[in-house]
């Protein structure tokens, strides 16, 4: 297994061109020249062996394998959570608004758990055994999950079908029933962030070509993500809706084993990072350190603490220059008389890397709370849009098309739009603006914000026209089921631009030794909307349904108002996005001084004929 750290050789080209000057200005004697080739074949031979490790290991034909294995998990995970909140109101016979409430919960419960996956993997386990870890718990989940359904929830068999109802179940099934499902959330909410960033860990940064592959990586993870769950919400959503639901739940533990296998199939040839320690005492420490020196003025940008050399006191991170924001961390790295006089002590004197990642960490956060409204946006598909669906006209002859499928028009607007995204607009953004990505993270995910608006507006239509077209006495609306189209096209193209670009810059702003951190900050946005939205349907349903009043979300969904909780998240969607504009012109992304070392090693090679890596 190829370790990424051990491929180090920069303190041969600092020597290497060290020798060169002392030899240029002071006619250095024949044991400096001696040394001098001795230097510069070790720095050939270093880069020779480590150009040829990077060629066997990495790269386009590995991190392939980790986008089979993440639309395979996503292929299981899906099969249970998209047709869940049905499962909830058909086998365990919960009302509406507490069914939405339980799946808005348990998903914010899956994604809040990729912030204990990313502390694992950045501080102790590293990405590979994390990944294989949550893998396994993941597995665990849906055994059990079949297992249960099988054994104890289905009598009579086939209920659960929307027209036979099951018997009261099993006090045991159900308790084994929730244990298995937040084993789900567990594993695959732990692994998700560091997946996708050991995918980014198989191409170089200091490769320019590699460089431009990994902004490319991300695009297609979440397009392998929406391939993968195109199945669930297509075929296995119909056995599910048909009463076979533990065939579905079957079928999604089989597609995670497939996905755990393919998965070990690269161990021997990926690359590694290794883990760069807790970052929660680092952190601690400048703030520490800076409350410490509370009555100090912090030195200028050129007197602050950092170690001498290349690398950082950070172990396997990169230094970091210093920024203006945020002054008074700096404080931290201002050396004092009591730090020159007693041993050093980093509960008193942080460095400059140090101290730039805690304010990289407080910089994204701005970004980070203002896409939480459009994970509110976007856990409605899961929920209030099954329902909402599940009350339309979806029977065509024969054939009864299940609510939860119409998501399959959200997947397949995310891969349409990925497609037009990747080769139409990425070259004529770059064209205007400059920018070879074409346009900015920032700039993509203010664009997701307002496609998700729209979405919600369309959303409250639909329920208007469905109002509309109820019958007395009849629960399901003649409005055809295919007027939720919009909605799901609409969030669809919003995720192309808000998950994509979240993923894109939380990963490349995050410094190395919190990059799974940064990965998981996308999945925690995710999380807490799914919260968010349930205690909006609280807040709602406690003021709406007083006295005679159902509420805009009732039970029977025809008496209720479910339009005007559209629109409420349309409005709050706005507001957030006013904000969201301040703070993006305010951050300044993070400086990592590798990048401007890499320009001069590549010159230094050329200068001496040495080939790049």
């Known amino acids: ?98 069914a939405a409430n339980s799946v808005s919960k348990w998903t914010g419960t899956v994604y809040l758990c990729s912030l204990v996956g990313a502390f694992l993997s950045d501080s102790y386990w590293g990405r590979y055994l994390t990944c294989t870890i949550f893998q396994l718990i993941f597995i665990l989940g849906l055994a059990l999950l079949s297992l249960s359904s099988w054994l104890f929830l289905f009598h009579p068999s086939g209920c659960g079908d929307g027209e036979t109802m099951c018997m009261p179940e099993s006090s045991v099934g159900v308790v084994i029933f929730y244990l298995s499902i937040y084993l789900v959330a567990f594993g695959y909410g732990g692994y998700q ?117 290349p690398e950082s006191a950070i172990k396997g991170s990169r230094k970091i220059y210093h920024s203006d924001e945020i002054e008074f961390l700096d404080k931290a790295a201002t050396i004092t008389e009591d730090d020159l006089s007693g041993p050093k002590n980093p509960w008193t004197l942080c460095t400059v890397t140090q101290v730039e990642e805690a304010k990289c960490v407080l910089k994204m956060l701005p970004i980070w709370l203002c896409t939480i409204i459009y994970s509110v946006v976007f856990t409605q598909m899961a929920s209030l849009f099954v329902e909402q669906g599940d009350v339309m006209k979806s029977n065509f002859g024969d054939f009864h098309l299940p609510a939860a499928s119409m998501s399959a028009f959200d997947i397949c607007s995310v891969l349409i739009c990925t497609g037009i995204y990747r080769q139409l607009l990425v070259p004529l953004a770059r064209k205007i603006s400059g920018n070879p990505k074409g346009l900015s993270e920032l700039k993509r995910m203010g664009i997701g914000l307002i496609i998700g608006m729209l979405s919600m507006i369309a959303a409250g239509v639909t329920e208007i026209a469905r109002l509309k077209h109820v019958q007395p006495h009849e629960k399901i609306s003649t409005l055809s089921i295919f007027w939720q189209i919009p909605q799901y096209v609409l969030v669809g193209a919003s995720e192309v631009f808000m998950y994509v670009g979240q993923l894109e810059f939380f990963n490349g702003q995050a410094p190395d030794g919190i990059k799974s951190f940064g990965s998981s900050l996308c999945m925690a946005s995710i999380s807490l909307g799914n919260y968010v939205s349930s205690m909006l349907v609280y807040m709602v349903m406690g003021i709406t349904a007083k006295g005679k009043s159902p509420g805009w979300i009732p039970d029977d969904l025809n008496t209720g108002h479910m339009d005007r909780f ?41 200068d001496v004929g040495i080939g790049r890596v």
């Open 1 to 98: 297994m190829a370790t990424v750290d051990s491929i180090n050789f920069t303190n041969n080209e600092a020597a290497l061109k060290q020798v060169r000057e002392n030899d240029r200005g002071t006619g250095a004697p024949e044991a400096v020249k001696i040394n001098f080739n001795e230097i510069e074949h070790k720095v050939a031979t270093s880069k020779s062996k480590a150009s040829l490790i990077r060629k066997s290991t990495g790269g386009w034909k590995f991190a392939s394998l980790l986008l089979a294995n993440q639309a395979l998990a996503t292929l299981a995970f899906f099969g249970v959570g998209v047709n869940l909140v049905l499962f909830l109101t058909r086998v365990l016979d919960q009302e509406n608004a507490d």
């Open 193 to 309: 962030p560091t997946i996708a960033t050991f995918g980014s860990d198989q191409f170089d940064e200091a490769n320019p070509e590699e460089r431009a592959s990994k902004a490319v990586f991300f695009c297609y993870f979440y397009f392998a993500l929406n391939v993968g769950s195109l199945f669930s919400n297509t075929i296995l959503v119909y056995y599910e809706d048909t009463g076979k639901w533990t065939l579905g739940f079957v079928v999604s533990l089989g597609s995670a084993v497939i996905a755990l296998l393919s998965f070990l199939l690269g161990t021997p040839r990926y690359r590694y990072i290794k883990p760069c320690g807790n970052p929660l005492p680092r952190v601690a420490q400048v703030f520490v350190a800076a409350a410490r020196k509370w009555n100090i003025v912090p030195a200028n940008s050129g007197d602050l603490y950092e170690v001498e050399g």
């Open 566 to 606: 559209y629109f409420l998240i349309a409005a709050l969607t706005a507001f957030d996005f006013v904000i969201y504009v301040f703070c993006a012109k305010w951050y300044k992304g993070i400086d990592f001084e590798v990048t401007k070392m890499e320009i001069q090693i590549m010159e230094n090679q050329e």
